[in-house]
């Protein structure tokens, strides 16, 4: 009869070190939040921050880059007033390198795999001009509508410094050579769903995007 009750004892002594140590630990993992679809960055070489949106298994920044390159980069117009939207236009050889450490300069696969998720190239071009909308975009996997002028059409500033196309086109550059003297850009129009590849002379001007490296 001792037996049984210290068999029974035991039992529930068990029991009760098993929840003391699981329940804990069962409410630490509930507890612990989800791996956020958007946030900000702080580029630690001029405190400039940039959004950024997780889209798939990527994570894009939804700013153009600000990151001043010496005789490398520049303002639309080298007017300041329109790099808080638009970034600065940058040479191809300049866009190489231009993004912070643990981001870079998107590749051609990089920018296919982005417009397949999207709708492939005939859809794509306005969703990828509405992840400027951060939020929205960030919690329903849906574009928005652009209010005003999407970031991304940034214009061109041509070889000889004249600038043309601000509000109404733009284009990205894209990693990697093509040829000495051309390089590939991504590009995107106002009011359309279509995004296109390009090639232009690798001194014009053209906004950097950086992808988060995996």
Same mark, same amino acid.
């Given at each position: 009869?001792?037996?049984? @009750?210290? &068999?029974?004892?035991?039992?529930?002594?068990?029991?009760?070190?098993?929840?003391?140590?699981?329940?804990?630990?069962? *409410?630490?993992?509930?507890a612990k939040?989800?791996?956020?679809?958007?946030?900000?960055?702080?580029?630690?070489?001029?405190?400039?921050?940039?959004?950024w949106v997780?889209? /798939?298994?990527?994570? !894009?920044?939804?700013?153009?880059?600000?990151?001043?390159?010496?005789?490398?980069?520049?303002?639309?117009?080298?007017?300041?007033?329109?790099?808080?939207?638009? /970034?600065?236009?940058?040479?191809?050889?300049?866009?190489?390198?231009? #993004?912070?450490? /643990?981001? @870079? *300069?998107?590749?051609? %696969?990089? !920018?296919?795999? $982005?417009?397949?998720?999207?709708?492939?190239?005939? =859809?794509?071009?306005?969703?990828?001009?509405?992840?400027?909308?951060? /939020?929205?975009? &960030? =919690?329903?996997?849906?574009?928005?509508?652009?209010?005003?002028?999407?970031?991304?059409?940034?214009?061109?500033? @041509?070889?000889?410094?004249? #600038?043309?196309?601000?509000? $109404? !086109?733009?284009? #990205? !550059?894209? &990693?990697?050579?093509?040829?000495?003297?051309?390089?590939?850009?991504?590009?995107?129009? @106002?009011?359309?769903k279509d995004?296109?590849?390009?090639?232009?002379? %690798?001194?014009?001007?053209?906004?950097?995007? #950086?992808?988060?490296?995996?």
């Open positions: 009869m001792k037996n049984l @009750h210290f &068999a029974k004892f035991a039992w529930v002594t068990m029991l009760m070190v098993v929840s003391l140590y699981f329940i804990p630990v069962l *409410l630490m993992a509930q939040p989800a791996t956020p679809a958007s946030s900000t960055y702080t580029d630690s070489r001029d405190s400039q921050v940039y959004n997780k889209v /798939g298994n990527q994570v !894009w920044m939804t700013d153009n880059l600000r990151f001043n390159v010496p005789a490398g980069s520049w303002a639309y117009n080298n007017d300041s007033v329109n790099l808080p939207t638009f /970034g600065r236009l940058y040479t191809w050889k300049s866009a190489q390198t231009a #993004c912070p450490k /643990g981001w @870079h *300069l998107a590749s051609d %696969k990089e !920018w296919n795999v $982005l417009i397949q998720s999207l709708g492939g190239s005939n =859809e794509a071009g306005m969703k990828i001009q509405t992840m400027d909308t951060i /939020g929205k975009f &960030a =919690e329903t996997g849906k574009p928005a509508a652009i209010s005003g002028s999407s970031k991304l059409l940034t214009g061109v500033r @041509h070889p000889d410094g004249s #600038c043309i196309g601000i509000n $109404l !086109w733009g284009g #990205c !550059w894209i &990693a990697g050579k093509v040829k000495d003297t051309v390089g590939s850009n991504i590009l995107f129009a @106002h009011g359309t995004v296109t590849i390009s090639t232009n002379d %690798k001194n014009a001007g053209f906004a950097v995007r #950086c992808i988060r490296n995996k």
